[in-house]
């Protein structure tokens, strides 16, 4: 089914039968027998520079059972998630050093009590970085509780600084993250073609010319808020014909005189967040959740967006890291199949360096 629940920091929306992209009417909440043996939670918040010790999130009930999950960021730095249900505790601690900024922090849950596992990953979409720990035996989560949660202010924690928060009924994959909406028109030699309608085996163009082929396809649907919140990149700016709308994390690969003069290097990649200046790029508006495509081929490549050079799925080496593979969307192709990525031989802008030249492009 997928995302059930959705707290965008002002709105909510949660139905057991899963949330559409229209608008849902709330039909109530669900049994407080209702378990969810398996799914994800997600959290995104902005922690104090100081370090201070906070609760992000607390849920508890006493009938017709004893349980409780709580997460909570650490002093000094960390997080720790607690589950209890009647007597049995779980809890796992996920280490992190804050570096004195303010940073997003995306926190995801993931189990699965009948396979006897879960997993928390931090990430920081920001510079986009991520870890990960795992929980052994989790309990069924009460689907009730998690409706709460997300419709009902009080029962967040006040100083929590919650900006999202979205529940699934199913294990939503980690990264590597798809980047292209399924309108965004792919350049193939037989024109452009939208990546949502591109398969396996069909043939794209690179920025070399060169014809080569799709071995995978992945989709994924993500929340459209928080940093997943899609944006849109205008034409006739960074060599566009037409505006398209790609997720925050895609990378742009730029180049130009502009680019030799300010960095010195022939190209650099920027993810599409670190553009937004109101003029070239913003936020995309739309439903509240968006369905992000890519094309996985032999190569990390550049390919043309409507005109506009931008990466492939890079992959890395992610065949040879069976457990993060096995929480990829990458999970249910064959492993022996996939490719293997070199590091990209341009450098990532950082996000105030992605400033100036999205101001010197626009002058």
């Not at 004893?66 to 909570?72: E, M, P, R």
């Not at 994959?173 to 396996?200: E, I, S, W």
Request: with cysteine.
């Amino acid at each position: 089914m997928g995302w059930i629940g959705l707290f965008d920091g002002q709105d909510h929306r949660f139905d057991e039968a899963g949330l559409k992209q229209e608008n849902t009417t709330f039909s109530g909440l669900p049994s407080p027998e209702t378990l969810m043996p398996r799914g994800s939670l997600l959290v995104e918040t902005r922690l104090s520079p100081d370090g201070r010790p906070r609760t992000l999130l607390k849920i508890q009930r006493d009938h017709p059972w004893h349980f409780s999950l709580s997460l909570q960021a650490l002093p000094g730095g960390g997080f720790i998630l607690i589950e209890t249900q009647e007597d049995r505790m779980r809890h796992v601690t996920l280490p992190h050093i804050p570096d004195g900024r303010m940073d997003l922090i995306r926190l995801t849950y993931r189990w699965d009590a009948p396979q006897k596992w879960g997993h928390l990953t931090m990430e920081r979409p920001e510079t986009d970085s991520s870890h990960s720990v795992d929980i052994s035996r989790p309990h069924p989560l009460p689907m009730a509780d998690l409706a709460q949660v997300i419709l009902h202010p009080h029962y967040r924690e006040p100083n929590s600084d919650i900006s999202l928060m979205g529940v699934s009924d199913q294990i939503e994959p980690h990264g590597p993250l798809p980047g292209l909406t399924g309108n965004v028109p792919v350049a193939t030699p037989n024109g452009y073609v939208p990546a949502g309608c591109l398969k396996r085996g069909d043939l794209v163009l690179t920025n070399s010319g060169n014809a080569v082929p799709v071995l995978q396809t992945v989709q994924q649907v993500m929340p459209a808020h928080g940093s997943l919140r899609p944006v849109r990149l205008r034409a006739p700016y960074y060599g566009l014909r037409r505006d398209i709308v790609v997720a925050p994390h895609q990378r742009l690969v730029i180049n130009g005189s502009q680019v030799e003069y300010l960095f010195g290097r022939e190209a650099v990649l920027v993810p599409a967040r670190h553009l937004i200046n109101g003029v070239s790029a913003l936020y995309a508006t739309g439903p509240d959740f968006v369905a992000y495509h890519h094309l996985l081929l032999p190569d990390h490549e550049v390919i043309d967006a409507a005109g506009c050079p931008v990466e492939s799925l890079y992959i890395g080496r992610i065949r040879r890291k069976p457990e993060q593979l096995a929480a990829s969307l990458l999970a249910p192709f064959n492993r022996a199949h996939l490719p293997e990525h070199a590091q990209p031989v341009w450098p990532v802008l950082k996000p105030f360096e992605a400033i100036a030249l999205a101001l010197s492009r626009v002058a």
